[in-house]
């Protein structure tokens, strides 16, 4: 059994950072276990849609340019479910993990959180990819402005994603209407700025970092590769399937870093709520009472 982490503990930013970490390292395994079991559909039509696109650019085995364009979009539809699945199936996954202690995660119970809230989380999807679009068009009017300009626009993004990852943490953690999960996270943002903006700032480094190391050595084998084989590189059935494995691994990668990407904001949702409320400190005081 996996030692428990109690989330629900007043914590500064490097102390996030380092849980989350920890987090990650001891519950990896049990997450990624039900990661494949709900992603195998999505992975499965990864690989299709790669060989959609493959074939139809290089035009093997009987691919055209059509089917090269139709892959595209299924490719960025795909990107698009995939993201708001997998961002759900950590909020879920940190909701029932919480909810457990040191029982196992129950994948089925995970789902279950998940499939209950389906109608709640495409709209609240869908209205932060609306407020997105307003924060994009504010941003590039903002970016006018030399260099101070550049930087603002990237605290509000920073921002937003805190707050949306806050917002859709509290949907998750006391099933309330949209419209709560969003005051609820803007609260806790609004109270806690910084350090919000900070967490999310050293995580996305640390996962982009992340993610350019786990892309660098099939990177460097597909590109000593093409070089060496430059010639029948773009005809070769072999060379093929292996820019359609490399495809459908990048997407897969990407699924990934949609749920690391929540963790951080879930980790710190309860991080936040219980220095503002102090529920789970009240909670073991009267534990310890009706102990004596």
Do not use: C
Not at 114 to 122: A, K, T, V, Y
Not at 144 to 159: C, D, K, N, R
Not at 190 to 217: H, Q, R, T
């Amino acid at each position: 059994m996996k030692p428990y982490i109690d989330l629900r503990q007043m914590r500064d930013v490097g102390d996030l950072i380092s849980t989350y970490i920890t987090f990650l390292k001891k519950n990896f395994n049990s997450f990624f276990s039900i990661f494949l079991h709900y992603n195998g559909i999505f992975i499965i039509a990864a690989l299709l849609i790669s060989y959609l696109v493959i074939s139809g650019y290089w035009g093997v085995w009987g691919g055209t340019e059509e089917t090269g364009i139709l892959g595209l979009v299924l490719l960025i539809m795909l990107y698009f479910i995939t993201s708001v699945f997998n961002y759900s199936l950590a909020a879920a996954y940190l909701r029932e993990y919480v909810k457990n202690k040191d029982a196992p995660t129950d994948k089925k119970q995970v789902f279950r959180l998940l499939r209950n809230n389906m109608g709640s989380i495409i709209i609240f999807i869908l209205l932060m990819g609306l407020i997105y679009v307003v924060i994009m068009i504010a941003g590039l009017i903002i970016s006018i402005v030399p260099v101070l300009g550049s930087l603002a626009y990237y605290v509000i993004f920073l921002a937003f994603s805190a707050w949306a990852g806050l917002s859709f943490m509290a949907l998750f953690q006391h099933q309330i209407r949209i419209e709560e999960s969003f005051k609820h996270g803007w609260t806790l943002l609004k109270d806690f700025f910084w350090k919000s903006v900070l967490a999310n700032l050293v995580i996305s480094m640390l996962l982009g970092f992340l993610m350019i190391s786990v892309l660098m050595i099939p990177g460097v084998f597909l590109g000593a590769y093409s070089y060496f084989f430059i010639d029948s590189f773009s005809e070769s059935i072999v060379s093929q399937i292996i820019w359609i494995l490399a495809l459908t691994l990048l997407l897969i990668i990407f699924m990934l870093y949609q749920s690391f990407s929540q963790f951080i904001n879930g980790i710190l949702y309860y991080s936040l709520y219980e220095e503002k409320y102090h529920e789970a400190a009240q909670e073991r005081i009267e534990l310890i009472g009706k102990r004596e």
